[in-house]
């Protein structure tokens, strides 16, 4: 079965502090793809990032970086010396080569960003 | 291009009345899908149009939720009658071509509560 946990409900950060969003996965496939997406205030989903399972290497984009251990299976999300915008919803998801083309999203976690 | 466009933004209803939802995908998708949040839990997978034709309707909770997509353009989501349990935010989302690495492109959902 697919599942995705993201154990962290609600974080709180000032300004400029650095915060990780963790997010744990569970899967029987030896393809598959994680995803990340934030929800501002405006409701829709943006896509942030797309990784494969056979790609391991972290990646950075801007403030933001994510870290992808299948020893773990984990991916978690990391913003570098956050800024009041990056307070929103962020969701995990997940989709599997033999689970059709539904994603599996975790429970999201909410970030506040404090000035 | 536009995105992902869902009408009505809000909705609320009685027990028992009958809603439907809109769904426009981005121009020249012709995946759609849908999917809900229940207050606080993870965002559900419904069911996956390619064009006009429903690809996989396994999430669906039960026969009084209908999902078309006449013409594999715009979708609508029918709930008759609704329940309670039926309240929750809906999500509609479309990539362009079949594939579980594609990211889907959400709208900003549709909040329906029953009352």
């Known amino acids: 079965a697919q599942k995705v946990t993201q154990a962290q409900t609600e974080i709180s950060v000032v300004e400029k502090e650095d915060v990780t969003l963790d997010c744990v996965y569970e899967t029987r496939d030896t393809t598959y793809y994680l995803f990340w997406y934030k929800q501002p205030p405006s409701g829709e989903l943006v896509f942030l990032i797309r990784r494969n399972s056979f790609d391991e290497q972290n990646e950075i984009s801007g403030r933001y970086s994510w870290n992808f251990q299948k020893s773990t299976s984990s991916f978690n999300f990391t913003i570098t010396a956050s800024q009041v915008v990056d307070s929103a919803v962020y969701f995990c998801?997940?989709?599997?080569?033999?689970?059709?083309?539904?994603?599996?999203f975790g429970t999201g976690t909410s970030l506040t960003v404090i000035p | 291009e536009a995105g992902v466009t869902q009408f009505p933004s809000h909705s609320v209803i009685e027990k028992g009345q009958t809603v439907t939802l809109r769904c426009d995908p981005i121009s020249g998708h012709d995946n759609l899908y849908w999917y809900r949040r229940v207050m606080g839990k993870e965002i559900k997978f419904l069911l996956h149009?390619?064009?006009?034709?429903?690809?996989?309707e396994s999430g669906m909770p039960n026969n009084r939720f209908l999902a078309e997509r006449t013409g594999g353009t715009y979708s609508t989501l029918k709930v008759q009658p609704a329940e309670l349990e039926d309240s929750g935010v809906y999500f509609c989302?479309?990539?362009?071509?079949?594939?579980?690495?594609?990211?889907?492109?959400f709208g900003p959902g549709t909040r329906l509560t029953v009352t």
């Open positions: 149009f390619v064009k006009e034709s429903k690809q996989d």
């Open positions: 989302a479309s990539s362009r071509r079949t594939g579980v690495s594609l990211e889907q492109y």
């Open positions: 998801a997940l989709s599997g080569s033999n689970t059709g083309n539904q994603f599996y």
